[in-house]
T-cell receptor, first 116, second 109 residues
């Protein structure tokens, strides 16, 4: 199993440009998440999804949109990138607690995004 | 929402020394995980430990859910243990993991 994968690994954008980050998981997890990590800080939740076709806002959702058209994929979009969105973005996935008592969360390798 | 506090924020060890990292949380949890973020930025799952004690080689962890804390023990530290250690918790239900700010560990030879 590949686990959680993220595309791309690195990206540089100019202010105002748009892009989409792709997350894929092959563990049949119901839940998927997008976090961002800034220097010296822990991870902060941007958006998450509890299943195909559903999304919810996290702690820092402004400036981002997400879509979950397929169970195994979770997309994070930046419509008009700003320098404040320079960060490392992590995707994660886990089982739904009601299905199993086991809900360990697994992370992808991260995407380093710089907005100039 | 639930609050997660980790201590100490920074720790410098001589190779071979032992250490204890602490994670306090403010509410009941159904998931607690410890992660190691290595110098390349990867998040490595160390323990899934909502309660009880687990050991994996030189690392072990204990969570006392009733007293709302967890401890991560690192014995005979090695330079490869350097990085940031994060504690993350999930509140009751299916809410996402909430992270502490981490403990930055530097092990020097």
């Amino acid at each position: 199993n590949a686990g959680v994968t993220q595309t791309p690994k690195f990206r540089v954008l100019k202010t105002g440009q748009s892009m989409t980050l792709l997350c894929a998981q092959d563990m049949n997890h119901e839940y998927m998440y997008w976090y961002r990590q800034d220097p010296g800080m822990g991870l902060r939740l941007i958006h998450y999804s509890v299943g195909e076709g559903t999304t919810a806002k996290g702690e820092v959702p402004d400036g981002y949109n997400v879509s979950r058209l397929k169970k195994q994929n979770f997309l994070l979009g930046l419509e008009s990138a700003a320098p404040s969105q320079t960060s490392v973005y992590f995707c994660a996935s886990s089982y739904y607690l009601g299905r199993s008592n086991y809900n360990e969360q697994f992370f992808g390798p991260g995407t380093r995004l710089t907005v100039l | 929402g639930i609050q997660v506090e980790q201590s100490p924020p920074d720790l410098i060890l001589q190779e071979g020394a032992n250490s204890t990292l602490r994670c306090n949380f403010s509410d009941s949890v159904n998931n607690l995980q410890w992660f190691h973020q290595n110098p390349w930025g990867q998040l490595i799952n160390l323990f899934y430990i909502p309660s009880g004690t687990k050991q994996n080689g030189r690392l072990s962890a204990t969570t006392v859910a009733t007293e709302r804390y967890s401890l991560l023990y690192i014995s005979s530290s090695q330079t490869t243990d350097s990085g940031v250690y994060f504690c993350a918790v999930r509140n009751s239900g299916n809410t996402p993991l909430v992270f502490g700010k981490g403990t930055r560990l530097s092990v020097i030879a």
